[in-house]
């Protein structure tokens, strides 16, 4: 089935060591989201892709960095994380600008920081 | 600018019993709405989405919502529980570009956790 894959489910990572999360999609959409998900919080959007425009929000710390080098894959840098930076991560897809279609989502990667 | 409010961050129902999760909006302009699931260490599913056609939606798993422009409401509901149902929900809204608006991003309310008692 078509869908929204990030690997790995579950990272653990040292205090400041560079972590890379990665997403792929089958569905060809044009749109790709980063998010982060603190504990029984809602989604924090971190940046998105339209195409290869990169869209970063603008309190997205410099800490945070992406990458899509084609339409069905997308990274999530963490450069120096911290033990704030632990959190659900999130990647979701849209087809078109229009906002009708809503987002399919991975199942999420956990990060910890230790 | 757009934004959710979802009343109570925690429900807790029988199981048999009426699930109602509240959501409110505010938007400028005709919005999309969106309810989303998601059950623990898990992405969001998308249970169901109003985008201007007819106001009651049907959605997955037996979930219904009615918009209410009037009222600027989006609740959604259940007519019985499952324990199958226990997740944490999210009302989104989504600005439309058509309108001037943004790319068509999602604002997500904070989120309402659904318990259900056997």
């Known amino acids: 089935d078509a869908m929204v894959i990030q690997n790995p489910r579950y990272q653990v990572t040292q205090f400041g060591k560079p972590v890379t999360l990665s997403c792929s999609q089958t569905?060809?959409?044009?749109?790709m989201y980063w998010y982060q998900q603190k504990s029984s919080q809602a989604p924090k959007l971190l940046f998105h892709?339209?195409?290869?425009?990169?869209?970063n929000e603008a309190d997205t710390p410099d800490n945070f960095q992406s990458r899509r080098p084609n339409t069905s894959f997308c990274f999530l840098d963490i450069r120096s994380p911290g033990l704030g930076d632990a959190a659900m991560y999130l990647c979701?897809?849209?087809?078109?600008?229009?906002?009708?279609?809503?987002?399919?989502f991975g199942s999420g990667t956990r990060l910890t920081v230790v | 600018a757009q934004s959710v409010t979802q009343l109570g961050s925690h429900v807790s129902v029988s199981e048999g019993a009426l699930v109602l999760l509240r959501c409110n909006y505010s938007s400028s302009v005709p919005p999309y709405l969106f309810w989303y699931v998601q059950y623990p260490n898990q992405g969001l599913q998308l249970l169901l989405k109003y985008t201007s056609a007819a106001t009651l939606v049907k959605g997955i798993n037996g979930f219904e919502a009615e918009f209410k422009k009037s009222e600027t409401s989006f609740h959604l509901t259940k007519p019985s529980a499952h324990m199958s149902d226990a997740a944490e929900y999210f009302c989104?809204?989504?600005?439309?570009?058509?309108?001037?608006?943004?790319?068509?991003?999602?604002?997500f309310g904070k989120g309402t956790k659904l318990s259900v008692k056997p």
């Open positions: 989104a809204v989504s600005d439309s570009p058509l309108y001037g608006g943004s790319q068509g991003n999602l604002i």
């Open positions: 979701a897809t849209r087809v078109g600008r229009v906002g009708a279609d809503g987002y399919t």
């Open positions: 569905l060809n959409h044009n749109v």
């Open positions: 892709y339209y195409d290869k425009d990169f869209n």
